[in-house]
């Protein structure tokens, strides 16, 4: 039981940053919501591909990809844009807690920590960034697809 509590706090942690950053956006009304539930929702999904996959790395481009889409498809439904929901739902993934870890190994003088360190958290920055344009061209291409199929639709095809 203990557990559960535990992610529940994770996830309303992620929840309530995101909150605070979609303020910060400048994002209001039903948006703000939306914007919040997509960070809570891919800080699940980033706990839930680790709880199978070990290597973080792999987690979070999994996690952007998911954010990608998310924000994506309530661009659609909302007619906004999509770098509102983009932004707002990787504020969770953000390796502060990495980069907070190098920056203390090079004030305590650990160069060859500091420098292990400073790569793996660059790689998750990375790995965040790929997820983000790989689920772009998903995104775009379940679009195009659907677009396709629209018009075929009313062509009579």
Do not use: N
Not at 16 to 36: C, D, E, N, P, Y
Not at 58 to 65: E, I, T
């Amino acid at each position: 039981m203990s557990d559960l509590l535990h992610y529940l706090v994770l996830v309303a942690a992620a929840g309530l940053g995101t909150l605070g950053f979609s303020m910060l956006f400048h994002i209001g009304g039903r948006r703000l919501f939306l914007s919040a539930l997509g960070g809570m929702l891919t800080w699940i999904c980033y706990l839930m591909i680790c709880h199978f996959i070990a290597q973080d790395l792999v987690s979070y481009a999994l996690a952007s990809v998911f954010a990608a889409l998310y924000a994506q498809g309530l661009a659609r439904m909302c007619k906004a844009p999509a770098t509102l929901f983009r932004l707002s739902a990787i504020i969770p993934l953000i390796p502060g807690g990495a980069l907070y870890t190098t920056m203390q190994q090079a004030a305590i003088g650990k160069w060859q920590h500091f420098g292990q360190q400073g790569i793996h958290t660059l790689l998750l920055a990375a790995s965040i960034a790929l997820g983000l344009v790989i689920g772009e061209l998903i995104g775009r291409f379940i679009k195009s697809r659907f677009c396709l199929i629209k018009r075929r639709r009313e062509k009579g095809i």
